[in-house]
């Protein structure tokens, strides 16, 4: 494992060239453009990581899955599916033209930027603090990590820059889908700052593949809710080029802008990548390139 894990980091480097850092979150520039890490955590408790794998970075709309799941757990299924859809869009990630063109009364899933504030603002608790305090633990529960932390200097960065997102929440209070524009932005641009690594994210992925249960046998949530979660990552997972990565790689993967992918193969493993530089549609270039290497290389698709 570690050797093929090593030989494609290797081989896909080069394509990172390729990509590019996204700008509209200034402090993700920083990012190193070359970087590409892998760790693999399998069902039988192997960990194996290769490349940039000590990286620290955001989890951006991973977080999308973890605040669905919670959101979920604290309102049941009714209730969320009442504020948001279950479509893909085939449009960008922070797009509003489908909604407003087709005059939509929510936004079409919870994996685009409208869909995961009104879901994120549903978190039970009585403050933004509070919300983020739940959402928090449970990501530290999945990945078994405590010292995860929100990154608030990347909140920050983003925070001053979030004119799109403001726009986005402005539109959904006015269809009454979120009660408070400030606070729905300030919990979904904290969510997003969750700092992590690859294994983290190895063993969140994990969680997934064992339908709800952590790394050291705790049952997180039920294999229902996992079952959604999963259902979501290949429909929506990587914005509008889950299409194409369904067909390619065939595993339910969710990416984020810092270049992180995490990807759960059921009743296998969970797998955490990251790659800074982007490809057109937001994605990882060198992480999927990995994927879908690996995937063909261990037969992981599930269809
Ligand atoms: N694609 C992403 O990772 C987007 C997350 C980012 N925080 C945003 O809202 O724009």
């Known amino acids: 494992m570690q050797e093929l894990l090593e030989k494609l980091i290797e081989k896909h480097k080069p394509v990172c060239n390729k990509g590019k850092i996204p700008d509209y979150i200034p402090i993700l520039r920083e990012q190193d453009p070359f970087g590409l890490g892998i760790t693999v955590v399998t069902t039988d408790k192997k960990i194996v990581s290769a490349g940039d794998c000590p990286t620290r970075f955001t989890l951006q709309s991973i977080s999308k899955v973890i605040a669905l799941i919670l959101s979920i757990m604290d309102n049941g299924e009714e209730a969320v599916f009442a504020k948001v859809?279950?479509?893909?869009t085939g449009d960008p990630f922070n797009s509003i033209y489908k909604m407003e063109v087709f005059s939509y009364s929510k936004p079409l899933n919870p994996m685009i930027n409208a869909g995961a504030m009104v879901v994120s603002s549903l978190i039970n608790g009585k403050t933004v603090s509070e919300k983020l305090e739940r959402l928090l633990k449970l990501v530290r529960d999945m990945a078994e990590n405590d010292q995860i932390q929100i990154e608030e200097e990347v909140f920050r960065s983003e925070w001053e820059q979030a004119h799109r997102n403001r726009a986005l929440a402005h539109f959904l209070k006015e269809l009454d889908l979120i009660y408070d524009v400030e606070d729905?932005?300030?919990?979904?641009l904290r969510q997003c700052a969750i700092g992590v690594d690859c294994t983290d994210l190895a063993k969140i992925g994990l969680c997934l593949a064992q339908n709800g249960r952590s790394y050291s046998g705790k049952q997180l949530f039920s294999r229902h809710v996992a079952r959604l979660a999963k259902t979501f990552m290949v429909t929506c997972g990587m914005y509008n080029a889950s299409g194409e990565f369904a067909i390619r790689v065939g595993i339910p993967a969710k990416s984020g802008v810092?270049?992180?992918?995490?990807?759960s193969v059921p009743d296998r493993?969970?797998?955490?990548?990251?790659?800074p530089a982007l490809d057109e549609k937001g994605n990882s270039i060198g992480g999927i390139a990995i994927l879908e290497d690996l995937s063909c290389e261990w037969n992981l698709s599930i269809f």
């Open 184 to 188: 729905a932005l300030a919990v979904y």
């Open 269 to 275: 493993m969970g797998i955490g990548v990251i790659g």
């Open 258 to 263: 810092s270049g992180g992918i995490l990807a």
């Open 85 to 88: 859809g279950m479509e893909p």
